[in-house]
C-alpha cells in the first residue's frame, strides 16, 4: 500500500531536511513525499531539490513565482496532487518515528472501515512547552478515553467544540476523497488542523492509536506560537465554529450539544484544577 505525505512549507530550512530523513527511514518504503512550499525566504527548496534529486519519491510544489499564498491554498493545491487512497501530512519541523507508517497501516488492515487515524504524539524541543502540551495531550486522550471506553473509534463531535481532541496536524492519516470538499480556509489559519476535523466529525468516527508515532518538535518561534495572543482571530474562529455545527444541525440538536459540551469542559477545567498538584504523578510527567 503506497502513502502520499503532505508538507506544507514555509522558511523550515532549519529542520525539513531531518524531516524528510525521517521519512526516508520508515521501515515502510511505499511513500510519496509532497513538499509544497508557500513562498519561503530561506533555502528550504534548495533543500527539497537536492533530496528530490537523489529519491523519486520526493516532490517539490511551489505557486507561480514562488508567491506566499499562505497554509490554506498550499494544503489545498497540495491536497488536489494526491494519487493515492490515503493521505499523512507531516508539518515540516515535525518527525515521524521509523514505524509510523508500517503502524499505521498494520491498524488500517485490522480496522478497514477506518477513513480517519490519529495516534498519540511525543513533544520534544522548547522544555517549557513540552511539559504543558505533554499533560494536556495525555489528559485529553484519558477524557476520550473516558467517554468511548469500549472503543478506538471516537465521535469527536462533542470535543471538538470546546477544544481540539487530536494533538498535532502531523498525527493524521485519513482517506484522501475526504478532503475533496474539505473547506481549508480558517478564520485563523493556524487552527487549519482543527477547522478540518471540525468539520469531518459530523459524518466520521476517529479511530485513535494510542502509541506515539509522531514527534512533534516545540519552539518559541512555531507558527502557532507566532500566532498566540491574536484575540481577533481566535473570536472569529470561534464564532465560525458555532456558525459550522448550526448549519450541520438542527436546532434542538445544537443547544443540546453546545450545552453539554460546555458542562463536559467545565468538569473536566475543574478536575484539572482539583488534581493539579497530583497531575505530573498521576499522568508519568517528569
Known amino acids: ?27 515502510h518504503t511505499k511513500w510519496r513525499l509532497i513538499v509544497f512550499d508557500d513562498g519561503s525566504k530561506d533555502n528550504t527548496r534548495d533543500i527539497i ?12 510544489l511551489c505557486h507561480p513565482e514562488n508567491k506566499n499564498l499562505g497554509l490554506a491554498q498550499t494544503l489545498k493545491k497540495a491536497a488536489a496532487c494526491v494519487k493515492t487512497d490515503y493521505v499523512c501530512f507531516l ?21 478497514p472501515k477506518a477513513e480517519i487515524i490519529f495516534n498519540s504524539v511525543k513533544c520534544f524541543g522548547d522544555e517549557q512547552r513540552v511539559k504543558k502540551l505533554s499533560i494536556f495531550n495525555k489528559a485529553a486522550a484519558l ?5 468511548n471506553p469500549f472503543t478506538c473509534a471516537y465521535n469527536l463531535n462533542f470535543a471538538f467544540l470546546g477544544f481540539n481532541a487530536i494533538p498535532a496536524f502531523s498525527c493524521v492519516m485519513l ?13 485563523a489559519p493556524q487552527k487549519t488542523d482543527y477547522w478540518l476535523w471540525a468539520q469531518l466529525s ?20 512555531s507558527y ?31 443547544y443540546l450539544k453546545v450545552c453539554t ?5 467545565g468538569l473536566f477545567n475543574c478536575g484539572a484544577l482539583i488534581i493539579k498538584p497530583l497531575a505530573k504523578l498521576f499522568l508519568g510527567i517528569k
Not at 8 to 22: P, V
Request: net charge positive; hydrophobic share 40%; proline share 2%.
Open 1 to 27: 500500500m503506497e502513502i502520499t505525505v503532505i508538507t506544507a512549507a514555509y522558511n523550515g530550512g532549519s529542520f525539513i531536511r531531518q524531516t524528510a530523513e525521517s521519512l526516508q527511514a520508515q521501515t
Open 49 to 60: 531539490k537536492e533530496l528530490a534529486q537523489k529519491d523519486e519519491r520526493i516532490k517539490l
Open 91 to 111: 508539518e515540516h519541523d515535525d518527525l515521524f518515528d521509523k514505524d509510523t507508517l508500517k503502524n499505521r497501516i498494520a491498524f488500517l488492515n485490522k480496522h
Open 143 to 147: 477524557w476520550v478515553k473516558i467517554l
Open 175 to 187: 482517506k484522501t476523497s475526504l478532503l475533496e470538499n474539505a473547506d481549508f480556509t480558517c478564520p
Open 202 to 221: 459530523f459524518k466520521h468516527k476517529f479511530y485513535f492509536i494510542d502509541e506515539p508515532l509522531t514527534l512533534w518538535r516545540l519552539t518559541k518561534t
Open 224 to 254: 502557532t506560537m507566532r500566532c498566540l495572543g491574536n484575540k481577533a482571530a481566535d473570536k472569529e474562529f470561534k464564532a465560525a465554529l458555532k456558525s459550522l455545527y448550526k448549519s450541520n444541525l438542527s436546532a434542538p440538536l445544537y
Open 261 to 265: 459540551s460546555a458542562v463536559l469542559c
